[in-house]
RNA sequence: GAGGAGAUGCCGGAGUGGUCAAACGGGGCAGACUCAAAAUCUGUUGGCUUCAGCCUACGGGGGUUCGAAUCCUCCUCUCCUCACCA
C-alpha cells in the first residue's frame, strides 16, 4: 500500500477552502446565527505550540459541526498584539515591536491555516493597529465621561536603574530581572483606574446566569469577595497613654467547689454576687464535678467554666502544673481560690497567689480587689476625630483589646504620636522595600502608633498599632483587634502582649475540643459572654443587636464590601495603547476630542531609558484641546488586558471606521454563544470583558448583559514525560511538525481522543501513531470502495451514532465521540451501502476536514461536505439494547440454561427472576420441556428476587439479572 | 486557612442502580505474512476451571437495596485555584 499523501491532500482543500471563501460569512436573518470563539493569541515569535492547537481544534470541531447543523456560524481569529515581549524584544534586540509584532502575525496565521481551522481570515482583528485601539481609546473617553475612569495616587515597583515601573512579573525576590543586584522600590504614582467596583454586585450576580464551569464560576465570586457586615465608628484619642487593662486578664482558679455550693446544695449568695460584679472577663477554673458549677452559676453567661475531670488526687503540685499547661495559663495570670491545706501548699509551692477561704467572703473580696485592677473606664476625648471601621463580627465588638490601621494608609500621619514618631517611621521604611513585601507568609508585625481609639460599645480605650497585616485598601484601612476571636489578631496581640479577652463561648459548655483555650484564637460562632446587655445571646443574634444598638447611638450601620479593586490601568510602557489624554498647566488633564482619534503610538522611539514615550519630545508635546496652549500628553499607556476586553464585539464589525461596530451588527452576532481558552483567565480577562459589556450596554451600544454564554476550559497538555513542555527541558512538541510527520487530521484527532478535553493529558508519540493508523485504515477502506449492502446491527449502530456523536460535539464530549466512530467503522468494514459509507464521512468530518473532504469527492459526491447537512437520525431503526427478552424467549433461555446443568439427582427446580419478569414466565410450560429430558423433575419453583417468601438455599436470587434468570437444583 | 476537582484493570481513560470481569485506545502475549524485522492482520490479556460456572476485583471502612464501580456516610490520599479581605 503506497503512502498516502496527507499533505498534498490537506493544502488542497485549505486551498479550495480558501477559493470558494466557504467560511466567509454575512448576517443573514433566516438562519440561526452561532457564535463560536477561541480567545485570540498573542502573537509571540516563537509561533504555535500544541496548547493552541489544542484550543482551535475544539474550536473548529464545534464551528464545523454546527455549519452542517445549518447555523450561520460566526468563528473568527485575531491577536492580541499589544504587550510586553514585543518591547521586549525590541529592547533587547532592537527589534522594531511592529515589525517584530507583524511577522509574529503573519507566521501565526501561516499556522493556524495549516491546521486547516475553519475562520472567516476577512474578519481578523489586529488590536496594535490603531484602527482598532482607536476604539480602546473612544471606550476611555467614554468612561470618563461617565465618571468610571478616574485617577489617583496607587503603588508601584520602580526599578531606579531602569527608571521605570516594573510589572509584577519581572520583580524576583524584591530585585530587578535586569538588574539583580538592585532593589526594587515601592513608589507612588499618579494612575488611571477603571471603576470596576461599580458594577461588583451586578459582576457577581450575573454568575448564576452563565454556563460557566463552576470552578471559574467560584473563582470569580472569590475574587469579587463580598461581604456583609457592619462598619463602627471609633472615636480616635491621641495622647498620653492610660493604665492598661491588661490585669484584668487573671482567672480565678477554684478548687474548693463547696465553698460556692455546701452539701444540701445552697449557693453561696454572697460570693456570687461579688464574683458576677467583677469586671469584664471572669474565668473559672475548676476541677470539681459540672453539677456543682451549673447550681452556682445557673446558665453560663459571663463565666467561661474550664472543667477538668474530678481526681482525689488533685492538690499535688503536678497535677496544678498539668492544669495550667493544659488550659494554657500563666501561673502570674491566676488567682487560686482553696481551702485544704495541702492544696494551698501545693499552690504557693508553684508561685501562684492563693486565697485561702475559709467562710470569709469579705477577704476574699479584698484579696481577689488587690490582685484584678479594676477596669479603668476611659473617658473618651472629645476629640471629634473619628475613624470607622469594618468588621464582620460586630458580635466581638466587646473582645476589642487594640486597634490595627494599615501601614500604607493614608492618613496615617494623624494618628502617630510625636513620642512615637522615630519608631513609626522606622517601621515604614522596613515596610516599604518591595523584598519584605514579598516575602510568603511574612510574619505579622507592627508599631504602636501613639494614639487610642474609643470603643463604642463600652468606651474602653484602645491602643492603635500599625500592622503590616492589614489591608489599606479594604474596609477603611483600620481593623478592629479581637485577639480571642480572630487568628491574625491573636498572633498579633500574643507577639506584643497585648491583653486577650474572651467575649465569645463555645455553645456547649461540655464540648472540650471546640472552646476558646487560650492556645489559639477561636473564631466561631458562638454565644456572648462578658458583653453586658448580649451576654447569653448567640452570636448571630447578636450581630444583629449589636449593630441596631450602636446605629442607633449613631455609631455603627450596615454595609456590603468587596475585595474588588477597582482596575489600574495605566502601564509605563511603550507597547500599548496610548491614554488618549493632554494635561495642561492651565487646564489640568484634558481628554482628547472624539474626533481627534486615534493618538497613535509614535513609530521612531529610543529604548534604553524608561518609558521610550517619556523620552520622545515631539510625540509628548502638544497643543491642550481646550486652551489651545501648551500641552504634553499622558504618556502611560493602558494595560493589554483593554484590548482583550471587547475584541469579541469588533468581529462582528471588524472594518468600520466610523464607529466602534455596527450595534444591529453586533446584536445579531453577539454575544458569544461558546467561548473556549485556558482557564488561567479566570479573574483577569474573563472578568474584565464582562465589565466592559455592562459598561457597553449602559451607554446604549449594546443590549445584553454577558458576553460569553458559555464558557469551555480545555485542559493542559503536558510533555510526554508528564512535566510542562519547555524549550530548557528540551521536550517541546512542535504541532507544525507533528502536522508534517503525522497529517493534520490524526494530530486534530489525537489531541481530541487522548482524553476529555477539558482535562489535563500527556502527549504520547504512541498515542498520535494510534490516531493516524486509524485515520490510514479509514482512508483505504474508502480507496477501494464499493458499496453494498447495510446490515441490520449496521443500520441500528450507524443512527445511533448520529444521534449520540451529534450530542457529544454539542457538549464537547469529543473523546466519545472518537469512541463511538471507532466503534461504527469497526461495523462499516463488514461491509455497507453507500449511503452509509457517506453518512459515516459526515461524521468525523467535523474532526478530520480533510480527509472527509478527500474521501467524498473520491467516492463521487459533489460540493463540500464541509457545508453538507448533518445526516437525519432513524430513531426507529435503532435496537433498544436495554430491550426486554420477550416472555416466550425469557422462558425458552430459562429451560435451555436448566438442561445445561440438571444433574441426575435432581429432583426440584428453583428459577428465580427479575420482579418485574416474573408475570411472563410459564411454569407449567419450564417443567414440560425439561420433563422431556428428564422425567423425574417432580417441580419448578419460581421466584422473583424480592420476594421475602421465597426459598432460596444457596443465596441464588441475588445472582439473577434481568433476562438472566438464576437457578438453583434441588 | 478558604474554595473547587478527583481516586476504575499493566497504563491512559469510559462507565452513574441490574446484559459490568468493566467500552475505546495504548502496551503485553500468541499466531499469520516475511529469510528476518518494521508495518499490517487475527486471537488473547484478573484467578480457578467440567467454557457451565465459581472466586477475587472499580482508594479504605460502614450503610441502603433482592442487587452497588454507580446511592448515603465516615476516613485516607492526590491535584488545582485564591490566599493575612477584618
Same mark, same amino acid.
Given at each position: 500500500m503506497d503512502e498516502i499523501d496527507f499533505v498534498s491532500i490537506e493544502k488542497k482543500w485549505q486551498k479550495t477552502w480558501e477559493e470558494k471563501r466557504v467560511f466567509e460569512i454575512s448576517e443573514d436573518s433566516g438562519k440561526e446565527k452561532f457564535y463560536v470563539l477561541e480567545m485570540f493569541p $498573542?502573537?509571540?515569535?516563537? *509561533?504555535?505550540h500544541m496548547g493552541h492547537a489544542l484550543n482551535y481544534t475544539i474550536g473548529d470541531i464545534l464551528a464545523r459541526f454546527k455549519i452542517m447543523k445549518g447555523f450561520n456560524v460566526l468563528h473568527p481569529m485575531g491577536f492580541d498584539?499589544?504587550?510586553?515581549p514585543a518591547e521586549n524584544a525590541a529592547i533587547k534586540a532592537g527589534v522594531d515591536p511592529e515589525k517584530y509584532t507583524n511577522d509574529a502575525i503573519e507566521n501565526f496565521v501561516k499556522q493556524q491555516r495549516a491546521l486547516g481551522?475553519?475562520?472567516?481570515?476577512?474578519r481578523m482583528v489586529n488590536t496594535a493597529n490603531s484602527e482598532y485601539y482607536k476604539w480602546d481609546q473612544w471606550i476611555f473617553l467614554k468612561m470618563l465621561e461617565k465618571g468610571l475612569a478616574y485617577q489617583k495616587e496607587a503603588s508601584v515597583n520602580w526599578c531606579p536603574k531602569c527608571d521605570t515601573v516594573l510589572a509584577n512579573e519581572q520583580v524576583n525576590e524584591g530585585k530587578c530581572w535586569r538588574h539583580e543586584d538592585t532593589d526594587v522600590e515601592v513608589r507612588k504614582l499618579r494612575q488611571w483606574f477603571f471603576r470596576t467596583t461599580e458594577y461588583a454586585e451586578e459582576l457577581l450576580n450575573d454568575l448564576e446566569r452563565i454556563d460557566w464551569p463552576e470552578r471559574t464560576k467560584t473563582m470569580q465570586r472569590n475574587w469579587i469577595g463580598r461581604s456583609e457586615g457592619t462598619e463602627i465608628s471609633f472615636e480616635i484619642s491621641g495622647g498620653e497613654p492610660q493604665?492598661?487593662?491588661?490585669?484584668?486578664?487573671?482567672v480565678i482558679l477554684v478548687d474548693a467547689v463547696h465553698c460556692l455550693v455546701d452539701e444540701k446544695g445552697n449557693v453561696n449568695q454572697e460570693l456570687k454576687n461579688y464574683l458576677d460584679s467583677l469586671p469584664n472577663r471572669k474565668i473559672v477554673l475548676t476541677m470539681a464535678p459540672k453539677s456543682k458549677f451549673d447550681l452556682f452559676?445557673?446558665? @453560663?453567661?459571663d463565666y467561661e467554666i474550664f472543667t477538668t475531670e474530678f481526681n482525689?488526687?488533685?492538690?499535688?503540685p503536678k497535677y496544678y502544673e498539668k492544669v495550667l499547661e493544659e488550659f494554657n495559663l500563666k501561673k502570674e495570670n491566676v488567682v487560686y481560690f482553696e481551702h485544704s491545706e495541702d492544696g494551698v501548699d501545693s499552690a504557693k509551692s508553684l508561685g501562684i497567689d492563693v486565697v485561702?477561704?475559709?467562710?470569709?467572703v469579705k477577704k476574699v473580696k479584698e484579696f481577689i480587689d488587690s490582685k484584678i485592677k479594676p477596669q479603668i473606664s476611659a473617658n473618651a476625648r472629645?476629640?471629634?476625630?473619628v475613624w470607622k471601621v469594618f468588621t #464582620?463580627?460586630?458580635? #466581638?465588638?466587646?473582645?476589642? #483589646?487594640f486597634m490595627v490601621v494599615a !501601614?500604607?494608609?493614608?492618613?496615617l500621619d494623624e494618628l502617630v504620636t510625636n513620642e512615637q514618631r522615630l519608631a513609626v517611621d522606622e517601621y515604614l521604611r522596613k515596610m516599604n522595600s518591595v523584598s519584605e513585601k514579598d516575602i510568603e507568609r511574612r510574619e505579622k508585625e507592627g508599631v504602636f502608633s501613639g494614639s487610642y481609639a474609643v470603643?463604642? !460599645? &463600652?468606651g474602653e480605650r484602645v491602643p492603635i498599632w500599625i500592622g &503590616?497585616? @492589614?489591608?489599606?485598601? $479594604?474596609?477603611?484601612?483600620m481593623v478592629m483587634g479581637v485577639p480571642a476571636h480572630d487568628k491574625r489578631d491573636f498572633e498579633f496581640a500574643k507577639k506584643y502582649g497585648i491583653s486577650v479577652r474572651q467575649v465569645v463561648t463555645n455553645?456547649?459548655?461540655?464540648?472540650?475540643?471546640?472552646? $476558646? #483555650?487560650?492556645?489559639?484564637?477561636?473564631v466561631d460562632d458562638g454565644v456572648l459572654m462578658?458583653?453586658?446587655?448580649? %451576654?447569653?445571646?448567640s452570636s448571630l443574634e447578636a450581630k444583629t443587636d449589636i449593630t441596631n444598638w450602636l446605629a442607633g447611638k449613631g455609631n455603627a450601620k450596615r454595609v456590603v464590601n468587596f475585595k474588588l479593586r477597582d482596575w489600574?490601568? %495605566?502601564?509605563?510602557? $511603550?507597547?500599548g495603547t496610548p491614554i488618549p489624554i493632554v494635561y495642561c498647566d *492651565?487646564?489640568?488633564a484634558v481628554p482628547v476630542p472624539e474626533?481627534?482619534? +486615534?493618538v497613535v503610538l509614535p513609530k521612531e522611539v529610543k529604548f534604553?531609558? *524608561?518609558?521610550?514615550l517619556e523620552t520622545n519630545s515631539e510625540w509628548l508635546n502638544?497643543?491642550?484641546?481646550?486652551?489651545?496652549?501648551k500641552g504634553r500628553r499622558e504618556s502611560d499607556t493602558m494595560d493589554t488586558f483593554v484590548n482583550s476586553s471587547w475584541y469579541f464585539l469588533r468581529y462582528?464589525? +471588524?472594518?468600520?471606521?466610523?464607529?466602534?461596530?455596527d450595534f444591529d451588527k453586533v446584536k445579531y452576532w453577539n454575544p458569544v454563544d461558546v467561548y473556549i481558552g485556558g482557564a488561567e483567565h479566570a479573574c483577569m480577562h474573563l472578568l474584565y470583558s464582562r465589565f466592559y459589556v455592562k459598561f457597553l450596554r449602559d451607554i446604549g451600544?449594546?443590549?445584553?448583559?454577558?458576553?460569553?454564554l458559555k464558557l469551555f476550559h480545555q485542559g493542559m497538555l503536558h510533555a510526554e514525560d508528564g512535566r510542562k513542555m519547555s524549550k530548557s527541558l528540551g521536550n517541546v512538541v512542535e504541532p507544525i511538525e507533528t502536522m508534517k510527520k503525522y497529517g493534520v487530521d490524526a494530530t486534530r484527532w489525537f489531541l481530541i481522543s487522548?482524553?476529555?478535553?477539558?482535562k489535563d493529558f500527556d502527549w504520547s508519540e504512541k498515542g498520535i501513531l494510534g490516531a493516524t493508523r486509524f485515520i490510514k485504515k479509514v482512508f483505504e477502506f474508502y480507496d477501494s470502495f464499493v458499496g453494498g449492502k447495510d446490515s441490520e446491527e449496521l443500520v441500528s449502530k450507524l443512527n445511533l451514532c448520529i444521534k449520540n456523536i451529534g450530542n457529544y460535539y454539542d457538549s464537547f464530549e469529543y473523546r466519545k465521540a472518537t469512541i463511538e466512530i471507532r466503534e461504527l467503522f469497526g461495523e462499516l468494514e463488514k461491509g455497507c451501502s453507500k449511503d452509509s459509507g457517506l453518512k459515516f464521512l459526515k461524521l468525523i468530518a467535523p474532526i478530520c476536514p480533510h480527509v472527509a473532504e478527500e474521501l467524498w469527492e473520491k467516492i *463521487?459526491?459533489?460540493?463540500l461536505i464541509s457545508v453538507a447537512s448533518w445526516p437525519k437520525v432513524d430513531?426507529? @431503526?435503532?435496537? &433498544?439494547?436495554g430491550q426486554k427478552i420477550s416472555g416466550e424467549g425469557l422462558n425458552e433461555k430459562i429451560v435451555e440454561r436448566i438442561k445445561g446443568i440438571?444433574?441426575?439427582?435432581?429432583?426440584k427446580v428453583y428459577v428465580y427472576v427479575m420482579p418485574f419478569e416474573i408475570g411472563q414466565i410459564d411454569k407449567e410450560k419450564i417443567l414440560r420441556d425439561i420433563r422431556d429430558s428428564k422425567?423425574?423433575?417432580?417441580e419448578v419453583a419460581v421466584f422473583a428476587?424480592?420476594?421475602?417468601t421465597k426459598i432460596d438455599p444457596a443465596g441464588r436470587?441475588?445472582?439473577?439479572k434481568p433476562g438472566m434468570a438464576s437457578i438453583y437444583l434441588e
Open positions: $498573542y502573537p509571540s515569535g516563537a *509561533g504555535l498584539a499589544l504587550g510586553l481551522v475553519s475562520y472567516d481570515w476577512s493604665i492598661s487593662q491588661i490585669s484584668t486578664d487573671k452559676f445557673g446558665k @453560663v453567661k482525689p488526687k488533685k492538690s499535688s485561702p477561704y475559709n467562710g470569709d472629645e476629640s471629634g476625630n #464582620t463580627r460586630p458580635d #466581638t465588638i466587646f473582645g476589642v #483589646t !501601614a500604607g494608609h493614608d492618613k470603643n463604642p !460599645a &463600652n &503590616n497585616f @492589614v489591608l489599606a485598601d $479594604y474596609g477603611s484601612g455553645k456547649d459548655p461540655l464540648d472540650f475540643k471546640n472552646r $476558646y #483555650t487560650g492556645k489559639e484564637a477561636f462578658a458583653s453586658k446587655q448580649f %451576654s447569653g445571646m489600574g490601568v %495605566s502601564r509605563q510602557r $511603550y507597547w *492651565g487646564c489640568g474626533k481627534d482619534l +486615534p534604553g531609558k *524608561g518609558n521610550p502638544c497643543k491642550c484641546p481646550k486652551c489651545g496652549g462582528a464589525d +471588524p472594518k468600520n471606521s466610523k464607529k466602534i461596530f451600544a449594546l443590549d445584553f448583559d454577558e458576553p460569553f487522548v482524553a476529555s478535553p477539558d *463521487g459526491e459533489k460540493g430513531e426507529k @431503526v435503532i435496537k &433498544n439494547k440438571l444433574k441426575s439427582d435432581t429432583k422425567l423425574d423433575i417432580r428476587v424480592n420476594d421475602s436470587a441475588n445472582k439473577a
